[in-house]
């Protein structure tokens, strides 16, 4: 065999690993909705051909006189196929190699996960959610070939295989020049995809607002001769560009369904047309009514939306349409103000984005504080589902103004609220009595244990309310918002609470000094300091981290990250409450004997308790396991 046959023997490969488990789910599950297959093929040969569209306004040569885009579906009921022709921007061999035989994204084995978790009917959403819809051809086929050719004037080549855990590629002929063929070898129970019926109807509904024409071939008889014509199945309609009232809420649903590959329909719609203004554009954005793949498996996306410059898509999730917080909110903004061949870099800090940017984010929040003042039950399950993002946003926003709308939108659980009911900073403001001064809350991992804190007793006992907070993202909104209409963010477990003192209360601290002195002596380095408290109630000790210092959650959370050796873990103060038997009885204890052993044992065991409440891990728990044994069997003795 010579060199050159060689290179014309077709090469086989291997899938590699996760998408060989992926294929065999796709195979092997009975799916309701095969006919998903289309819309995920339609979408890629769009692409495609905005891709070549892309190029071709910089470098009109690659197009090489062919701009009658189309997507045409071809099937052939002799040899049972079905294929989907585009002259899009085709791919080279190597190309082919890396896109057909990989999942590039991370996060593969999350979705996986996700994927065999998922009912049935959810999984091919799923599969174009992650973006990996090309294998849903294999819910209808049992051997798919791809025949392309890149654009520029490379060699065409073939892929091929039956998803069995390999394929094949070689050299091919492309008659039609750039382009791509992905042709389905349909099974037995997918011969429905040959009826020209059948796809048109299937286009309509999932791909009617593909500005490209997807066609297919129509003969018709005219004078006893037969005559093959063009048929295109879909509108075509650019939805965002057509005015509101002739929008319909279906087919509003329809293209968000189509771009979002949710299967839900969204929370909310909002149709922007901005005219005569500062700046020209339309946009059509969706709330989406819960967090989709694309928010739980691998890195998050930066963005949602795509960038149009008169119909021509400009850029695919574009950053430089909304502020980063938003990227869960999904759509399209086409924006006439910019010069078709804008590239990539310019887009960048350009002033007419940076319009429409503050623009857009201020329909959504507007959007978001009508749907909150109109159907709190509605705006609640969304903050459920994104309020995480908004806290960002509040956290990160340069602007004092949207700052404060953010702040405004976030809703919080409370000691005032029943589990899983929210307040508002202006609730609690509006509830706050004249003394108090300042606004309160505590972080924690969950409602529950907050609700039982020692830190609460005090609050309990003046009837103040708390904001519970027990999201990771709590901490750093706090950090950046310290301060809501005038009012401080005050944290319930910090600094010391400084109570008016009665006499009788000044003369028993008084008398406590030398025995609070003992057991700092005692705990020495594991503590910052030893205080009496007013703070509690209940409780008989507490610690509690200096103002300013860093929260024991923050702690957590950073050595959660693997962070945790950056910061030295801040020293808290052990504080103890004068009016708790333990303390009035550790003092007679000191009174009668200030060496006695008991002082040092007890008061590490307040402190090791104290550990085990603020939700923190004891440093030596065999101690603490000695010495409360030791207590038992002196008070069982
Ligand atoms: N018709 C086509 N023409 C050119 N390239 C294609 C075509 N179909 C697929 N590809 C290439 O193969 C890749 C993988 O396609 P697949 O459908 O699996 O995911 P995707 O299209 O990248 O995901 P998403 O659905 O998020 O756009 C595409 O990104 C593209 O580069």
Redesign the pocket.
Known sequence: MTAAADLEAPQTMQFKTELKQLLDLIIHSLYTKKEIFLR?LV???A??IDKVRFEGLTNPGILEGDTDWKIRLIPDEKAKTLTIR?N????SREQIVE??GTIAKSGTKAFLQNLQKAEAKERPELI?QF?????ASFMVADRVTVI?RPAGGGEAAKWESDGQGEFSVSPAERPEGRG?D?TLHLREDASEFLSPWKLREIVKRYSDYIEHPIVQAKVTEKDGKTETTDEVLNSRQAIWLRPKHEVKAEDYNAFYKQISHDFEDPAKTIHISAEGGAVEFRALLFIPSKKGMDFMAGPEKKSSIDLYVRRVLIQHESEEVAPPYLRFVKGVVDCADLPLNVSRETLQHNPVLAKVKSNLANRVLKTLEDMKSSDFDAYRKFFDEFGVYLKEGTATEWSTKDKERLADLLLFQSTATKAGEYTTLDKYVAAMKAEQKEIFYLVGESRQLLENSPYLEAFKARNEEVLLLTEPIDEYLIQSLSTYKDKQLKAADRGEVKDEETDDQKKQAEALKPLVGVIKEKLGDAVADVRLTRRLKESAAVLVAEEGAMSPQMERLMARMGRGGEIPPSKRVLELNPAHPVVAKLQSLHERNAGDARIESIGRLLYDQAVVAEGSKIEDPAAFARRLNELIALVTS
């Open positions: 995920e979408s890629n040969a692409d495609a585009d899009g921007i085709g791919m896109n057909l174009g973006g990996v819809g090309f294998y392309s791509t992905v």
